[in-house]
């Protein structure tokens, strides 16, 4: 009798998973023998799992922890199943799809990494799987030998280390691959950054002030352009005084050792006893200090932050004004290095805006853009604008470049972002950058009548996004179609003057239209929603 007694076989052991907070996921453990086989679930701490006495387990994910699991029999056999580890982590959007079957499902790539020689390379990947997913590392399309964690280390990088790097994952259900990462490796004296934030602010439509016409393009050229180095940038047009200082106060909580941090501004402004005032959309007829923004204020608190670099760039007038009034109390700025001041104009002088290929600028900003791309030496790009504008027939006498700077290294807003790992002060700004930049998404609206619409969105800056409206099929219902957009609450639109809704327009189809829409609409000013949209939708 007792040679008719079959050990204890396990035949599918439960596999380890790596799955997001809260999910639930069976660990499922299949074995042969004699009679019937009972089962009991095992924590890593070796306590019993309540309720885990069936060969599967179900076990919503809370923290990860290893599970085992022991088979015995009526004859008091027994045998355990291999360890198996529940990875969880905690994503605020993991964006699983609804159907997912374990399959690898990547929700962190490696990021582009600037690193300087000698230094430690880091390149990240994280994968959802069940089973968890294998990892292989490559360079340059070939396989990186012993590189098969989800995390990518080489202590002392090297010039041979660059190059562009992927991750292949895989399980028994699928094989995916993460997106390109390319590795830059300078010199270990090669000035870099540790992240590049820009806050461009354009006013042109004043309450109680003539209006001016260029800073829009300006703001938006400029941009662009400062994106191209890498910059993450935010672009405002037309804020109250209360709004640029809730700017500026979120442009400050970017800034950190190392950070390069440039400030614009497009505007009216004055010069008072050495300092300079940014005037507000909302400033009253002789405004006041109190009714504009102190630039050596904000200085003052880039400084503080201790950047890496720190910019302020002001295509606006220095006239004196109103020299009755009090100038700010602020305390003196400190004998910090690496500060630059780029003055469209000379104290006590105006600056000019002028028509050039049919659109507004600035005549500062204008020759700024045409250079600012070059990898010089920061006040060396000044200097090339100064010369540019001194050449200029349209202002000489008028107006004269002015630079003022404590650079003591030869820094270049060319410099490479240097990144070795995602800290919480990057991350933090990761968070601000978005929320000031993401946009809703793309919606397809079926009507009753069968017309599908589709509304699009496009940023021409931080606080002006455009609503496109396309009929992708008009059905078998309807004839003839014409659809409008409108939102609710309703948006003023800051360019609806003949003038500068033609370039804007321009600027639209030109740069960010891929197909003509039907229709758009413009909705500015949107730092002024207490909540989002409540509405956006077509009207046929």
Known sequence: MKNMIRDIVIVQHPVSVYVPLNYKVTLSVRAEGTGILNYQWFKSSKEEVFGGTRADLIVTAQRSQLYICRVNDQFCNCVFSEWVKVKVLDISNPGLPVAWRGEPHIVVHPAPQTVRQGERLTLSCTAFGIPTPHYQWYRNGHPLLGKTTDTLQIENAEADHRGTYLCYVSNVQEERWTEAADVEIVPSNQLTATDKVALLIGNLNYSHHPDLMA?????????????????????????????????IDKFLLLL??????????????????????????DAPQRYRPENCVCVQRVMLKMQERRSGLNVVLLDTCRTWYNQDCIASEIRPLVPMGNTVYGYATCENAEAYEVQDGGKSTGIFTKYLNKHILQPEKVTHILELVSEDLGRDP???????????HTLKEPRSLTDPVRTTGHTGELHLRDACWRQANELPRQKLLIFTCGV???????????????????????????????????STPAMEDIFSSPGRSGEMDSLLLNNLVAEKPDCSLRLCGLQKLQVGLLRLGPHI
Request: with cysteine; hydrophobic share 45%.
């Open 394 to 404: 349209f202002v000489t006498g008028k107006q004269a470049v002015e630079i003022k």
């Open 215 to 247: 800073p829009a393009m300006d703001v938006h050229e400029l941009a662009n352009l400062l994106q191209q180095l890498g910059f993450r940038v935010v672009s405002l047009l037309d804020l109250t005084r209360e709004e640029m200082l809730a700017a």
């Open 452 to 486: 599908e619409v589709e509304v699009s969105f496009s940023a021409l800056f931080s606080n002006v996004m455009v609503a496109f409206g396309t009929v992708k099929t008009t059905g078998s219902r309807a004839q003839d179609c014409t659809i409008t957009l409108r």
């Open 256 to 281: 950190d050792r190392g950070v390069y941090a440039l400030f614009y501004y497009a505007g009216h402004g004055y010069e008072r006893l050495g300092r300079n005032y940014l005037v507000a959309i």
